[in-house]
């Protein structure tokens, strides 16, 4: 049995649970192979946040539909408005309750632990606060004191059942993790399932016969490597629009822009050494490619005319306002991640099956596309 403690970061990173790496510990806590744990301030700071965004977003449209009703009294626009705010207003009373039951329901369905805060919890983290001492990266450092309480949850883990891995992209908390003897850390679930336990634990729960069909089609994959470009070639688009990048060549205050379009990905290479199944018939692949994207950004109009002319011809301008250009330019972003292949587990279970039926069945298989790392690249930096 793996027992798992992972942070609230990596549940803010995907907050549907639904993508490949989360489904992979889901199935594997559902078999009784792994079990995870959910310390208090883990549920608090995932449930809290996703309500305050939620309640942002919807915000956001009462306020929309209040500047239309603002900007015009044509009938269909304002009756549309209206209807729009009694819709939000409804959702509003009740949202918060949803998506408590919401997390409370995956919580179930994945058979966790959820810890509460123990009577000595706050003492310990107390002593901690005071004296500077891990998680705490200095003395009185306020910022920690979640950290501080999902570090003594994990000690107390730890002592009962002699082992932990823990899974979180906060630096500070992985660190202190990394330094327990009695404890593994990853930086992400990716990572984690990687991993010889996880993938050990993922065949002692697969049946003989499916497992060699996985490890047959996982050595017919390079085989497959046309199909499996042009899948991400499909995949990428949604992944990449509207995320942001950031580059110290990208001429707006904060060096970010916005991605725009998305072209077709190059120069893709997959690392087929380092497939892992995730377990019923879902395989990763890890991949990294090169992508043209267009990227939307602010630029000070007294910034744009100090460029040179060569720059200038490069970036595609309008009015933003009085102080701003509304700036579109090119650039080459490199991308890694994992494309998933998803193998119906029922076709997996005969132990006639040719190298060719295999490898039909990866050409019909359905795809999902992670990117988990995105950079600029730009010559000369």
């Given at each position: 049995?793996?027992?798992?403690?992972?942070?609230?970061?990596?549940?803010?990173?995907?907050?549907?649970?639904?993508?490949?790496?989360?489904?992979?510990?889901?199935?594997?806590?559902?078999?009784?192979?792994?079990?995870?744990?959910?310390?208090?301030?883990?549920?608090?700071?995932?449930?809290?946040?996703?309500?305050?965004?939620?309640?942002?977003?919807?915000?956001?449209?009462?306020?929309?539909?209040?500047?239309?009703?603002?900007?015009?009294?044509?009938?269909?626009?304002?009756?549309?408005?209206?209807?729009?705010?009694?819709?939000?207003?409804?959702?509003?009373?009740?949202?918060?309750?949803?998506?408590?039951?919401?997390?409370?329901?995956?919580?179930?369905?994945?058979?966790?632990?959820?810890?509460?805060?123990?009577?000595?919890?706050?003492?310990?983290?107390?002593?901690?606060?005071?004296?500077?001492?891990?998680?705490?990266?200095?003395?009185?450092?306020?910022?920690?004191?979640?950290?501080?309480?999902?570090?003594?949850?994990?000690?107390?883990?730890?002592?009962?059942?002699?082992?932990?891995?823990?899974?979180?992209?906060?630096?500070?908390?992985?660190?202190?993790?990394?330094?327990?003897?009695?404890?593994?850390?990853?930086?992400?679930?990716?990572?984690?399932?990687?991993?010889?336990?996880?993938?050990?634990?993922?065949?002692?729960?697969?049946?003989?016969?499916?497992?060699?069909?996985?490890?047959?089609?996982?050595?017919?994959?390079?085989?497959?490597?046309?199909?499996?470009?042009?899948?991400?070639?499909?995949?990428?688009?949604?992944?990449?629009?509207?995320?942001?990048?950031?580059?110290?060549?990208?001429?707006?205050?904060?060096?970010?822009?916005?991605?725009?379009?998305?072209?077709?990905?190059?120069?893709?290479?997959?690392?087929?050494?380092?497939?892992?199944?995730?377990?019923?018939?879902?395989?990763?692949?890890p991949f990294t490619a090169t992508v043209d994207c267009e990227l939307n950004y602010a630029i000070y109009k007294?910034?744009?005319?100090?460029?040179?002319?060569?720059?200038?011809?490069?970036?595609?301008?309008?009015?933003?306002?009085?102080?701003?250009?509304?700036?579109?330019?090119?650039?080459?972003?490199?991308?890694?991640?994992?494309?998933?292949?998803?193998?119906?587990?029922?076709?997996?279970?005969?132990?006639?099956?040719?190298?060719?039926?295999?490898?039909?069945?990866?050409?019909?298989?359905?795809?999902?596309?992670?990117?988990?790392?995105?950079?600029?690249?730009?010559?000369?930096?």
């Amino acid at each position: 049995m793996i027992h798992v403690l992972i942070d609230s970061c990596i549940y803010r990173a995907d907050r549907k649970r639904n993508k490949p790496a989360f489904r992979a510990v889901v199935r594997l806590a559902q078999l009784g192979s792994l079990q995870l744990h959910i310390p208090a301030f883990v549920k608090g700071e995932v449930l809290t946040q996703q309500q305050r965004d939620i309640r942002d977003q919807l915000n956001k449209l009462t306020g929309a539909a209040d500047t239309i009703l603002r900007t015009t009294g044509e009938t269909n626009l304002t009756k549309s408005a209206e209807e729009v705010k009694k819709i939000i207003n409804a959702v509003q009373g009740q949202a918060d309750d949803s998506l408590a039951t919401e997390l409370q329901t995956w919580i179930t369905d994945a058979k966790a632990i959820e810890h509460p805060i123990q009577a000595d919890h706050g003492t310990r983290v107390a002593a901690a606060y005071f004296a500077g001492i891990p998680p705490f990266r200095a003395a009185k450092h306020r910022d920690d004191i979640p950290d501080a309480f999902i570090w003594e949850t994990a000690l107390d883990l730890v002592q009962q059942y002699g082992a932990l891995t823990v899974i979180s992209s906060d630096g500070r908390l992985r660190l202190v993790a990394e330094e327990h003897q009695d404890m593994q850390a990853f930086k992400s679930l990716e990572e984690f399932i990687e991993s010889d336990d996880f993938q050990d634990a993922v065949d002692e729960a697969t049946p003989t016969i499916f497992a060699n069909n996985i490890a047959r089609i996982i050595a017919l994959l390079p085989k497959a490597q046309d199909y499996l470009i042009e899948q991400l070639g499909n995949d990428i688009v949604n992944e990449l629009a509207g995320k942001t990048v950031r580059h110290d060549a990208i001429p707006d205050d904060n060096n970010e822009g916005l991605i725009l379009m998305v072209g077709a990905p190059e120069n893709v290479g997959f690392t087929f050494g380092d497939a892992d199944h995730y377990g019923d018939g879902e395989i990763g692949i890890p991949f990294t490619a090169t992508v043209d994207c267009e990227l939307n950004y602010a630029i000070y109009k007294a910034d744009y005319y100090s460029l040179d002319e060569e720059k200038m011809k490069s970036i595609s301008i309008e009015e933003r306002n009085d102080h701003y250009f509304d700036a579109d330019q090119d650039y080459t972003i490199s991308i890694a991640g994992y494309i998933t292949i998803m193998i119906d587990s029922s076709d997996l279970e005969s132990d006639e099956l040719l190298d060719d039926d295999l490898y039909n069945l990866i050409i019909r298989a359905d795809t999902s596309t992670e990117v988990t790392e995105r950079g600029v690249l730009v010559s000369g930096w």
